[in-house]
Structure formats: C-alpha cells, structure tokens
C-alpha cells in the first residue's frame, strides 16, 4: 500500500522569506510521481509542481522547488520569497503506475504567509 | 486555460434523501475522478472512470455512490441514501491520461446533509 505523510499540520512565513514544507511517502514501487498541490481558501485544488521518480534532477516552477531524495523517499517543497497569496493549504500526493490510477494525498499543510 | 466545471458549488440535503453532484471535466481529458474532503481533514479518492467504466473505486465508494457520464461532457457522482457523514467537499478531477501531468481539479461541491 502507498502512504503520504506530512507532519508539519501548520506553518508561517514571514513575506520575501522562505519556507520549506515536508513530505516523506512510502511505496514498493519503481514508476511513480509526486506532486505538490496547493488550496487556498477558494478551495480549488492547483497544481504547483510534480517529480518523476526517474529523475534525479529536481523540479523547479519559478519560486517553487523540491527536495527529492528517493532513498530516503522525501519529497519537500522551498517556496522562496513567500507572497501573500501563498497561503493556502498545501497537499503533497503520490501517484503509482498506469493512468488513470488515484492519487494519494497526505493530510496538508496549512502556510499562512504574513506582511 | 481549461477548467473543470463543478455545479452546485454547495448543496444542502435531507439525511436519507438522493443527490446528484454534477461536473464537466476539460473536453479532451480521457480520466474522471471523484474525490472527497470531510471538512479539516485529507483529500481521500472515491472512484476513477474510463472508457465508460469504473477503472478503480476506493473502499468509501460502496452501493450506495454511482458514476455515470450520461452525455459527452457532463460526469455525475450520485449518493443515493445520503448519511450525516456524507457531508465533505467532493472534488471531481480529470486528467489527460499519463500520471505525469497530473489531474486538474474543479472548485469543488459542498454537500451538507442535515
């Protein structure tokens, strides 16, 4: 079975510093990806980053970044230079195999990001 | 950009009574998902649907949920029965195909059974 754990249930940044988020998840198996999602309190769900477990090289989307270590099976995300409208709740999810197979999300973190 | 479309965007039934959560995922996504969100809590996968079929449901989705793509764009989730504990934010997703590009979600329904 795949698990997703987030033991960080609140944190908060300061604006223009960084943050990192954790997320350590559990699967037997080789192709998966991970992703970061973000829910502000509009509550759509967005997507902010993914990784692909083949690639040792770590994803990058502007101010948003992760901290791939496979052996380790951590999966973290860096927001630099935090904004306001970086508050939301963030999810991370592993998805394994083929297409069309669920996404397992973890329990969320929830960033508030202050002036 | 393409949205997933979710209406209503909150519902409030009677316990014991039948509802009909509706979504349009992006027209040329081939996956559609259902997931739900009790309030506070993780976002947990219902069911995903391909090809005019269940491809893979979760423990939650017994008897009493059903999909259906009744037409070539609407994706419905009904709870048929619906309890107390049924209400939760659902989300309906849909994605290309490959896990790589991840799924794309609507803004979500909020049922609220009383």
């Known amino acids: 079975a795949q698990t997703v754990t987030q033991s960080q249930p609140e944190m908060s940044v300061q604006e223009a510093e960084t943050v990192t988020l954790s997320c350590t998840y559990d699967?037997?198996?080789?192709?998966?990806?991970l992703f970061w999602y973000k829910q502000p309190p509009s509550r759509q769900m967005i997507l902010v980053i993914r990784q692909e477990a083949y690639k040792q090289q770590n994803a990058t989307e502007n101010r948003f970044s992760v901290n791939f270590q496979k052996a380790a099976k951590s999966f973290s995300l860096k927001i630099s230079d935090s904004q306001l409208g970086d508050t939301a709740m963030y999810f991370c999810a592993l998805g394994v195999g083929q297409a069309g197979t669920a996404l397992i999300f973890g329990k969320g973190t929830t960033l508030s990001v202050s002036s | 950009e393409p949205e997933v479309t979710q209406t209503p965007s909150h519902q409030v039934t009677q316990m014991g009574q039948e509802v009909i959560l509706r979504c349009v995922p992006i027209s040329n996504h081939l996956y559609f998902y259902w997931y739900r969100q009790i309030l506070g809590q993780k976002v947990e996968f219902l069911v995903s649907f391909y090809n005019n079929e269940i491809s893979e449901k979760s423990e939650i989705f017994d008897d009493q949920f059903s999909v259906e793509r009744p037409d070539g764009s609407n994706f419905t989730l009904k709870i048929r029965s619906t309890k107390l504990e049924d209400s939760a934010m659902y989300f309906c997703?849909?994605?290309?195909?490959?896990?790589?590009?991840?799924?794309?979600f609507g803004s979500g329904t909020r049922l609220t059974v009383v």
């Open positions: 997703a849909s994605s290309v195909g490959l896990i790589f590009y991840g799924y794309t």
């Open positions: 699967t037997s198996e080789n192709n998966y990806y």
